[in-house]
């Protein structure tokens, strides 16, 4: 099973309406690292968060992370074509990050 | 712009082959990965490099072995490739202590 879950595993969403995705850990997050991947493509780092309740900005993505640092969010408002892809989490383990399943993100005109 | 290049996009091989893919990096970084990707699984790592000649197994390295030679060229090698190696093949590299993974653009193995 997955160490960090991801939710929902996918979404459909109108252009301009907002969306929010979940990953939970089971564990304390020490690191969390949020990446975008473009469907056949390798991964784009957005943007890390590590202490319990930071949020950080990017444009029109926002991430959060919760006071007990167990789980984070990612929130994408007046979404664009341009946001559709599969969002992944990762949470630093080690001397590694540990990859939740992604969110595939599509986005309808 | 700094890069990891992963040799071939896509790739097709016959079972039992030995397959080689390679990853270059040209930002001087001291650790390398080697993840692969399925629907529903997410990322898994294989193995991953600190230095030049070090290798650690990751979560599943069976079937797999890699080498590093030098610091810029990370290669996994698939023995004797078998069908349930299809799959997409990541490559990532970082500065020691840097969690920020800059990534190629992948290979989609497939094994017939």
């Known amino acids: 099973s997955q160490e960090l879950e991801q939710s929902p595993q996918s979404l459909i969403v109108q252009e301009g309406k907002n969306l929010t995705i979940n990953c939970t850990s089971s564990?304390?997050?020490?690191?969390l690292y949020w990446y975008k991947q473009k469907y056949g493509e390798g991964l784009i780092f957005l943007m890390m968060?590590?202490?319990?309740?930071e949020e950080k900005s990017h444009e029109k993505i926002t991430a959060k992370l919760d006071e007990k640092k167990q789980q984070s969010s990612l929130h994408i408002t007046a979404s664009q074509p341009s946001h559709a892809g599969i969002y992944l989490c990762g949470a630093v383990r080690g001397y590694k990050l540990s990859f939740g399943a992604g969110t595939t993100v599509t986005v309808r005109a | 712009d700094v890069k990891v290049t992963q040799s071939s996009r896509y790739l097709v091989k016959r079972t039992g082959e030995k397959v080689f893919l390679e990853c270059v990096q040209d930002m001087d970084h001291e650790n390398m990965f080697w993840y692969r990707q399925d629907p529903g699984l997410g990322l898994r790592l294989i193995y991953f490099s600190y230095d030049v000649k070090m290798k650690e197994k990751g979560d599943i390295p069976e079937g797999y072995s890699v080498s590093r030679e030098k610091k810029e060229r990370f290669s996994l090698i698939l023995e004797s490739a078998s069908t349930n190696q299809t799959s997409m093949y990541l490559c990532?590299?970082?500065?020691?202590?840097?969690?920020?993974?800059?990534f190629g653009s992948g290979t989609r193995l497939t094994v017939v």
């Open positions: 990532a590299s970082t500065r020691r202590g840097d969690y920020g993974y800059t």
């Open positions: 968060l590590q202490k319990g309740g």
């Open positions: 564990k304390t997050l020490y690191g």
